[in-house]
């Protein structure tokens, strides 16, 4: 159970029946779960509804929380599923922005409806997903008027550790075997006149530090007050900026109201801090290649530099700083050393080639460098391969050699480096040589430079190849020509060979060859040629016959060359030209229509079947052919058609748009007849029309448009048939009625009666203040109210149409003029516990004003009078009671003694 403002009562619970559900709310057809609001003194029901899965058999939830927020926004938080051993969350409700739009069937369910509940505005699931189901034993959850709540749940039932938790919560994970105790708060963020965010630019900086406020908020304040933290004046800008004189941190509270809004006021806060500036030098000396950093800067070079450092208050500091870069002394030096053998420098020994930096440090403790160029000489090695003649020498250093060897030779370069010669030396001997050689009677042969044609003995004197002596002794002898007479008869067409020449002609001819020796031989050929008798022949054959000549038998056209024999022994030629006349093949495939015929020679065809027709051709031999014959049957098609009125079907070049049967004679492909039985069906076009209205502000949804402005709308929907269904809609939009609400007095002291009145210029209004218990009467349009404290009154009118208006009107209470009363007057605890453990059993009211009486009344959980306990008066008041376990209600009705208070 919740009040609202109004002390009007709202209450939760589960029903298995028909629950009664108002007019115009929102509502979940036959579901388990009401929300009920009863008037002040509980006379009469203002709504009813139910909420959960529709048409559900049992109960969704257990109910744990409810909550009126100030804007009589109404909250409701439950849980259901497998402990509850019936029920399921399952189809519950949700809304598109909600936290978790899925559930397992066991989860909690948290909800809002808009005050007088005729909308949902958010409704989401919270829970584990699997596991054994999430719950809680009531009792364990709190809301604060601003829409959020709190709650203590058991989690992860069965030891596993699904339930959501937030990344850096003090646990995320379930420490126990079974149930554990989580703890979640959730924010609605529903409520207007919320601050988003507070500014302040710049919020950091040095002294005087001018500062530009600004926020955000999701709805328009009507007055604004900033106080800066400083002691300075409170300012009511809505955007004011501020200097800091003096350095500090200060928390700026920003206070936003709105009296026409059911959340009147919110605040906000924001932190500046103002820094002051510090200036200092440094001076610093360095060796060249050194660097100095201040802040994000470095310095290599010398000079003077001021350098501005940004500090975490946003305050600059600046350093400057002196610097003195010592040069540092630079010697490039070029140097070489032998293969085998290292190179010194200072303390340094190298034995491999390459550029080196060697460090020293001067007499002003800077370094000094030499930067060294090392190559490396290698050893010089040589292969030398030499000839001489026998009785010759050769020197190489001072080494003199005259016999064959191979050997190394280390001798000193011109750098002071080893050079190894590799020495091969060969002593090559006086050559003598004997040459036997034949010629041909004619031919010459040469030796060096001189040629020998006749027989006979030469000594010749040469220098060999490798520039030694050598004598050559030649034997020289000649060979003779022969000459040979050869006769010879062919035929014509034959030839004759002799060596690689080839004869077919008739003539003497000589012929040149080479004997064994590569000398020449003659052969005079006298050669006779007998002519061939050569004969041109044409004939002609039927396929399957054959032509002879001689012994040869032609059965296949062609030019044949066939040779015989003649008298003198010699070829004669026949050439024979043969013409066979085929017997003429030819293959046909054809299709016909039903009902026709072919013709081929004096035959008919007209059924299926394959053909063999013999025909003689002009040449007398037969001509053949093969007849494959298909018949084509007509084709008949059965169609039927369902079509929209509007709508046409063609079949061939005919056009069908009405309710019928029809034939129709086509053409297929190959040319035969085939027939379409056409079954046409048209439906009718559905057309409703409907009329709407709204009011200003509202909308209609009308498919998926939301209408809002009045005139004529179509919408074209697609019926169950799949055609075309066309509403017509004649939408009216009614203006709100206008209200202006006044009073007579807006500040007032507590218990002063103040004169409601609404004005508007619209006739036939019915009339509803809020706070209902705080007016005379809320259904008319001026009514009084006695004010007790600072309130907000609404009032809404309505006309015939169903259009409303509203506006509102403050009456503030004026403070009582000491300073003790700009703090709470009077503070009375929430909350006891009368359960003899000796914590919170003593219920201790204190009161800055004189209290003329005192008086309280405890109810338990039935409502049924408790007790009435003693009192007495201390600094305060304070009341025990007996151990109580049972809920209970208290009320406390104060007097206070305003006249002594001024």
């Not at 584990?128 to 719950?135: A, L, Q, T, W, Y």
């Not at 040589?382 to 000839?387: A, F, G, K, Q, V």
């Not at 003539?507 to 002519?531: A, E, H, M, P, R």
């Not at 004679?665 to 076009?685: H, P, W």
Request: aromatic share 8%; charged share 15%.
């Amino acid at each position: 159970m919740d009040l609202d403002k109004s002390n009007n009562i709202y209450l939760f619970g589960q029903s298995l029946g028909a629950y009664p559900v108002s007019a115009g709310v929102y509502s979940n057809t036959g579901a388990k779960q009401f929300i009920q609001k009863l008037n002040n003194n509980l006379t009469s029901s203002l709504y009813s509804t139910v909420f959960g899965r529709v048409n559900s058999s049992t109960i969704n939830i257990s109910p744990t929380a409810l909550l009126v927020d100030v804007c009589e926004n109404i909250y409701a938080v439950g849980w259901g599923g497998n402990v509850n051993f019936n029920g399921t969350t399952q189809n519950m409700p949700v809304t598109a922005d909600a936290f978790d739009k899925t559930t397992d069937g066991s989860d909690f369910y948290l909800i809002c409806l808009n005050r007088d509940a005729d909308s949902l505005i958010y409704a989401t699931y919270f829970g584990e997903n699997g596991g054994v189901g999430d719950h809680v034993d009531g009792g364990t959850s709190r809301f604060d008027k601003n829409g959020v709540v709190y709650q203590a749940v058991c989690a992860s039932c069965g030891g596993s550790n699904g339930f959501p938790t937030t990344n850096n919560a003090y646990s995320e994970n379930n420490e126990s075997s079974n149930c554990n105790m989580a703890g979640f708060k959730f924010r609605f963020d529903l409520l207007a006149m919320q601050i988003i965010s507070t500014t302040a630019t710049p919020p950091t900086g040095c002294a005087p530090l001018t500062t530009s406020f600004s926020y955000t908020s999701t709805r328009p304040g009507t007055s604004f007050t900033w106080d800066f933290g400083d002691g300075s004046p409170v300012s009511n800008a809505q955007f004011p900026s501020h200097t800091y004189t003096n350095p500090g941190t200060y928390t700026v509270k920003f206070i936003l109201r709105n009296p026409q809004d059911c959340n009147p006021i919110d605040s906000s806060f924001v932190t500046v801090t103002v820094g002051t500036k510090t200036t200092f030098a440094i001076q610093r000396n360095i060796c060249m290649g050194q660097k100095v950093t201040i802040g994000n800067q470095t310095f290599s070079t010398s000079g003077v530099y001021p350098v501005v450092l940004v500090g975490s208050n946003g305050c600059d500091s600046t350093v400057t700083l002196t610097l003195v870069v010592a040069d540092s002394i630079i010697t490039n030096k070029d140097a070489s050393f032998c293969e085998g053998k290292s190179y010194t420098i200072g303390n340094q020994n190298f034995t491999q080639p390459g550029n080196y930096i060697i460090k020293f440090t001067t007499n002003v403790g800077c370094d000094s460098f030499v930067k060294l160029n090392l190559t490396q000489i290698p050893i010089t090695r040589r292969n030398l391969s030499l000839e001489i003649c026998e009785g010759d020498s050769v020197k190489i250093g001072n080494q003199v050699f005259s016999q064959s060897t191979n050997t190394q030779l280390t001798l000193v370069s011109s750098l002071g480096c080893d050079s190894i010669i590799n020495l091969s030396l060969t002593v090559n001997p006086v050559f003598e040589t004997i040459i036997n050689r034949e010629i041909c009677d004619g031919d010459s042969i040469q030796i060096g430079n001189q040629f020998y044609s006749a027989s006979g003995t030469y000594q010749i004197d040469f220098k060999s190849i490798k520039n030694c002596d050598s004598i050559v002794q030649l034997n020289l002898s000649l060979i003779p020509i022969t000459t040979t007479n050869i006769s010879r008869n062919i035929c014509s067409g034959s030839s004759i060979q002799f060596g690689n020449q080839i004869f077919t002609a008739t003539g003497t001819y000589n012929i040149v060859f080479q004997s064994v020796k590569n000398c020449d031989s003659l052969v005079v050929l006298d050669l006779t040629v007998t002519d061939t008798i050569f004969t041109d022949l044409a004939a002609g054959i039927c396929s399957g016959t054959r032509y002879q000549i001689g012994d040869s038998i032609f059965t296949i056209a062609g030019n044949y060359m066939i040779p015989l024999k003649a008298i003198g022994g010699c070829d004669s030629i026949v050439n024979l030209s043969l013409t066979v006349l085929d017997s003429f093949v030819v293959n046909l495939t054809e299709s016909i229509c039903k009902g026709d015929s072919i013709i081929i020679g004096n035959q008919v065809f007209d059924e299926n079947g394959n053909y063999r027709i013999v025909l003689k051709a002009s040449g007398g031999c037969d001509s053949i052919i093969y007849l494959a014959l298909s018949i084509i049957e007509p084709i008949t098609t059965n169609k039927t058609d369902i079509i929209c009125d509007g709508e046409s079907i063609i079949i061939g070049n005919e056009i069908f748009d009405e309710t019928g049967q029809y034939s129709v004679l086509l053409q297929s492909s190959l040319g035969c007849d085939s027939t379409v039985n056409l079954n046409l069906t048209v439906r009718d076009e559905i057309r409703t029309n409907i009329n709407g209205a709204i009011c200003q502000g509202e909308s209609f949804l009308f498919g998926n448009q939301n209408l809002t402005e009045g005139g004529t709308y179509t919408n074209v929907l697609q019926s169950s048939t799949s055609c075309d269904s066309t509403i017509l809609l004649t939408l009216v939009k009614n203006p709100n009625p206008i209200v202006n609400a006044t009073v007579d007095s807006s500040l007032v002291f507590v218990g002063s009666e103040v004169q409601l009145n609404a004005v508007s210029q619209s006739q036939n209004l019915t009339y509803t203040w809020t706070p209902t218990n705080a007016v005379s009467n809320p259904l008319i349009a001026n009514p009084t109210a006695v004010v007790q404290t600072n309130t907000l009154y609404f009032v809404v009118v309505e006309d015939r149409n169903g259009c409303s208006g509203l506006d509102s009107v403050l009456v503030e209470v004026k403070p009582f003029p000491n300073e003790d009363c700009m703090d709470e007057n009077i503070f009375l605890p929430n909350g006891f516990s009368p359960n003899g453990d000796l914590k919170n059993d003593v219920y201790f009211v204190k009161s800055k004003i004189p209290l003329t009486s005192l008086l309280f009344i405890i109810y338990n959980r039935w409502g049924e009078k408790y007790l009435k306990p003693t009192t007495r008066i201390l600094d305060g008041m304070e009341i025990t009671m007996e151990k109580q376990p049972l809920v209970i209600r208290l009320d406390i009705i104060l007097k206070v003694n305003v006249a002594t208070s001024l």
